[in-house]
């Protein structure tokens, strides 16, 4: 009965061995009880490569197939159900970056911020997308992130070409979260404005059932200048698409019609450290 899940391929072969090959595109994200760990996550997604030391890329290449069939999460609460991956939003996220304004142009790496989009939710391949409403402490999502980015690049990218990519994403990973240089700036700029893209092409295609506003509060947290032009051009796009149907101004806070506990969650995620 249980051949198909010990064969190391099929993670979400249902228990009575039966394939479930209309859903082979999404795997949920490793349920672990007690203190989160890289292993405990491992187990509990059979089919996903454990080839520690390996000189072969291959593991890796695996790893990160479950950017693609990992789902970001905000949505899901909402109803939307076959939402984006974790791989669409970074992609996106890098095409932003090719259309800086002009005024940053000369104050960026825009190589290292592209490949700083392609990475910088790497981690959530194994911890999954850890929303602002799921009650995980910052400091805690942040240590499960960074175990995870310690087992891609160094358990399993350490003995592959000398380790010198294992140990570039390792570090272009840490400049997004320490959140310190312009570069990393950007991108997090661009991360919120992949965010507020994605909320209002949902609301469009929800032909006015949907209001996703809450997730406009994050044009409030932009750092730069010339990509908050970007946010308020959309906010404007938004407000012309609902006209004088009432709907959620996330971008005003409690008085924009966020639930107050909702705006803590937000305030608490968004937090500079
Ligand atoms: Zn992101």
Redesign the pocket.
């Known amino acids: 009965m249980s051949s198909m899940t010990t064969n190391g391929t099929n993670g979400d072969a249902s228990a009575n061995g039966e394939v479930d090959i209309q859903n082979l595109g999404f795997v949920a994200t490793p349920k672990v009880e007690g203190e989160w760990t890289v292993e405990k996550a491992l187990d509990a997604s059979p089919g996903t490569a454990t080839s520690a030391g390996s000189s072969s890329p291959l593991p890796y290449f695996h790893m990160i197939e479950r950017l693609k069939t990992t789902k970001r999460e905000g949505w899901r609460r909402f109803g939307i159900e076959r939402g984006e991956s974790?791989a669409d939003?970074?992609y996106r996220?890098s095409l932003l970056s090719m259309l800086a304004p002009p005024a940053l142009v000369p104050r960026l790496d825009l190589a290292r911020c592209m490949k700083m989009c392609l990475i910088?939710?790497m981690a959530e391949s194994l911890v999954g997308d850890i929303t602002p409403v799921d009650g995980v402490p910052k400091t805690e999502k942040n240590r499960r992130e960074a175990d995870t980015m310690d087992y891609i690049t160094k358990t399993l990218l350490g003995g592959v070409y000398g380790g010198l990519a294992g140990a570039e994403i390792r570090e272009i990973w840490q400049e997004y979260e320490d959140s310190k240089t312009i570069n990393s700036h950007f991108v997090h700029d661009l991360?919120k404005m992949?965010?507020l893209l994605q909320m209002m092409e949902y609301e469009k295609r929800g032909q006015g059932k949907l209001d996703l506003g809450e997730f406009a509060y994050v044009a409030t947290k932009f750092s730069l200048p010339e990509t908050k032009e970007w946010a308020e051009a959309l906010l404007k796009e938004r407000e012309q698409f609902w006209g004088a149907q009432e709907h959620v101004h996330g971008e005003a806070g409690v008085e924009g019609g966020v639930k107050v506990d909702r705006k803590e969650q937000q305030d608490s995620y968004y937090e500079r450290k």
């Open positions: 974790i939003h970074m996220m910088h939710d991360d992949e965010l």
